[in-house]
């Protein structure tokens, strides 16, 4: 009897510490990723706002608390967050989760301009200037011009300057 209330004891002190755990967490963890995503709401609300650590911040937890349609995606508006904030270690980290060498290697036209531009971003953000012009030479020899190419572009006319020009 002692061991079974003693169980319960701790079976409902858990279920407490756990309905005030979730409590003080941002509700817009739990929306689905369309309504996170939307315009009016939350991270994209903080980034208007010009909070964009908060704004990462957010995306990042979002990442860890749901199971999400489009990790891509909301990786790199957490990048973009970062990069907007000067987190640039983070921004690289969440950037990099948005691309990979076979996307260059075996993805079709899609695939391979995301990986210059993703890849560009990227060598903005590190300050290699060689490797963002040879992106940019490289795309323009190879496929059409596309908004992306216009970013990478932009970012290479506005060296120094920060990721925010965008």
Request: aromatic residues 16%; positive net charge; charged residues 20%.
């Amino acid at each position: 009897m002692t061991r079974t209330l003693l169980f319960l004891f701790i079976l409902l002190s858990s279920d407490i510490f756990s309905q005030n755990n979730m409590g003080s967490t941002n509700p817009a963890l739990y929306y689905n990723q369309t309504a996170f995503n939307s315009d009016t709401c939350c991270w994209r609300k903080l980034s208007a706002d010009k909070e964009y650590l908060a704004a990462a911040n957010l995306i990042v937890s979002y990442l860890k608390t749901n199971k999400t349609t489009n990790k891509h995606a909301l990786h790199w508006h957490a990048g973009q967050m970062f990069a907007m904030a000067h987190s640039d270690r983070l921004a690289i980290k969440y950037f990099k989760r948005t691309y990979s060498i076979f996307y260059k290697l075996f993805g079709d036209t899609d695939a391979k301009t995301w990986y210059y531009y993703a890849r560009g971003t990227v060598a903005f953000i590190e300050n290699d200037k060689k490797l963002l012009e040879g992106i940019i030479n490289s795309w323009t020899k190879k496929f059409p011009a596309d908004n992306n190419l216009k970013t990478l572009i932009l970012l290479n006319e506005n060296w120094g300057k920060g990721y925010e020009l965008l």
